[in-house]
């Protein structure tokens, strides 16, 4: 089929009471690893590529590698730009053919989100393309993107107020999680989870999952969010099945063979993840 927008996929997953999962995509077998494990959940999926990403290899290699993917596929598909870095990457995104724009400008004043936010929606509005944005900032380091040593939490009132003036689709909020890997164990803010889901309509999203307890993401599901983010386990899991290959057959040089291994590993993590968000047999 082809791919879809996140507004209806998200809607769905609201009124629902699951999560989608989004989940960064680095590479062709990551794409592929990702979709059947959709498939085999029967679940809807996101998948989703970073600024450095994209400098890897451009938003065209990305999204036509995924477009193909969602052609072959039998359950919804979205492509998602992840943190997208400026106007500029979001219109690149836009043009390529990305059904789903995040703006973060999360690290600007709260007018000069507003501004930039709102920018990108007029812009996108016209073709339906649904856009994210982040109010508060999610901690930690991956990537070029770097959280600060400090974690300001989403303010409610703020949120209601920005979702309002800007008229984004969906909203991530910092409610205590982090990029990249955790030192220790994440203490999320569920109450203040339960505030802003109580002044703000449209779905919340929870960035930087990878690492927190599978039963604290189901009780942010129950409080309202309706996509969850991950990334940083998915590299993992394909690095770690490709090590251990090559750690067990260390003449082999066919990259098929060790990467068929690092697939299998992502695809069993994302149907884990699929289940921890609710979202299957949601296709």
Not at 1 to 12: D, N
Not at 82 to 99: C, K, P, V
Not at 189 to 207: A, G, M, N, Y
């Amino acid at each position: 089929m082809p791919l879809v927008t996140t507004t209806e996929m998200l809607k769905k997953a609201q009124a629902g009471h699951y999560a989608v999962g989004a989940f960064n995509v680095e590479n062709l077998e990551m794409v592929m690893a990702v979709l059947k494990a959709a498939e085999e959940m029967k679940a809807p999926v996101i998948m989703q590529t970073t600024p450095s990403t994209i400098k890897y290899a451009g938003v065209d290699y990305f999204f036509a590698m995924v477009q193909t993917a969602a052609k072959r596929a039998s359950v919804p598909v979205a492509m998602h730009l992840d943190h997208g870095s400026s106007f500029e990457l979001a219109m690149q995104a836009l043009r390529a053919g990305y059904t789903s724009i995040m703006i973060d400008g999360s690290h600007e004043s709260f007018e000069d989100n507003i501004t930039l936010t709102r920018r990108v929606q007029e812009a996108c509005a016209p073709s339906g393309i649904s856009v994210e944005a982040e109010l508060g900032k999610v901690g930690g380091k991956e990537d070029d993107l770097d959280g600060g040593d400090e974690n300001p939490y989403t303010d409610p009132q703020q949120a209601k107020e920005f979702a309002e003036r800007t008229g984004v689709t969906s909203l991530a909020v910092a409610i205590g999680t982090a990029h990249g890997l955790y030192k220790g164990i994440p203490r999320l803010d569920f109450d203040r989870l339960t505030e802003i889901r109580e002044v703000v309509s449209i779905p919340l999203v929870l960035h930087g999952a990878s690492g927190v307890p599978d039963e604290a993401v189901r009780e942010s599901i129950r409080r309202g969010i309706c996509k969850v983010n991950y990334a940083t386990e998915l590299r993992i899991a394909f690095s770690d099945g490709v090590k251990e290959y090559l750690a067990a057959n260390p003449d082999v040089f066919d990259p098929k063979k060790y990467g068929t291994v690092g697939m299998q590993h992502v695809t069993d993590l994302v149907k884990q993840k699929i289940s921890v968000c609710g979202s299957e047999g949601q296709a």
